[in-house]
């Protein structure tokens, strides 16, 4: 006698929760709009979170079992005697403090120069120069070029500092895809040599120099 007007109280219950849970077009409740407050949002996250937790925790209790029961896993013998190699807790590690890292790399890097170049560069190699050859050029010369080579064949000479000393075109009729340098023993020449996808390689010889300026009695840099 007590049981039944319960249920029959229940149903309504039910019945409401059940049409509060049918969204109709226009319908501007939150639930209807994909919108939930943060602490509800916080919840799904967390409750999806355990979910793929006990996913993860099922995977690798199933892998345990097959390898304590000695089952074929078609992996690697290196990598199954991996699985199964004790190893010490990460918190047990003694840590050497004179080993150890005291600064980051980015302590030590410093930007010298940003170059764009329009067509991009395919190749890029340092060119040491013979700087002790050439007498009374030692603070004049720069000590190494960089050697650029576009994807369209053009080979450019930038110094250090980023600014453009020469720039010519390597002669190929088909994408260079090989750069070489070399300094040479002559006097101020250097080598540089490209090669092409039909194996056509060139040589080019590379000449530095400085040269006095016509106004002011300056010593410029160049390139030929």
């Given amino acids: 006698l007590v049981a039944a007007p319960l249920a029959a109280a229940a149903a309504p ?6 049409a509060d849970a049918l969204c109709q077009a226009g319908d501007r409740r939150p639930a209807c709009r994909g919108e939930k407050d943060v602490i509800s949002q916080e919840l799904d996250e967390l409750r999806d979170l355990l979910r793929l937790s006990e996913e993860r925790i099922s995977l690798l209790e199933d892998l345990q079992h097959a390898l304590a029961e000695g089952n074929d896993l078609g992996l690697p013998e290196d ?30 890097l410093t930007s010298k120069a940003i170059v764009r170049l329009d067509p991009p560069a395919r190749l890029i190699r340092f060119l040491p120069m013979r700087t ?3 007498k009374d050029a030692l603070l004049a010369l720069p000590q190494t070029v960089l050697v650029v080579v576009q994807v369209d ?9 980023g600014e453009s000393l020469l720039s010519f075109s390597a002669g190929h ?14 006097q101020g020449d250097t080598l540089i040599a490209t090669g092409d996808v039909t194996g056509t390689v060139r040589v080019h010889k590379v000449t530095v120099k400085p040269l006095r300026a ?11």
């Avoid at 047990?92 to 600064?103: L, M, R």
């Avoid at 016509?214 to 030929?224: M, N």
Wanted: hydrophobic share 50%.
């Fill in 79 to 108: 990598q199954v005697r991996g699985l199964r190699a004790e190893i010490p807790l990460l918190s047990e590690v003694a840590i050497d403090p004179s080993s150890s890292a005291v600064a980051a790399a980015e302590d030590y």
């Fill in 132 to 134: 002790s050859a050439i």
């Fill in 153 to 161: 064949g053009t080979v450019c000479l930038l110094a250090p500092s």
């Fill in 173 to 186: 009729e088909r994408p260079v895809t090989l750069l070489a340098v070399s300094p040479s023993w002559a």
């Fill in 214 to 224: 016509p106004v002011g009695g300056r010593r410029v840099d160049t390139v030929s």
């Fill in 13 to 18: 219950s039910a019945a409401a929760a059940a």
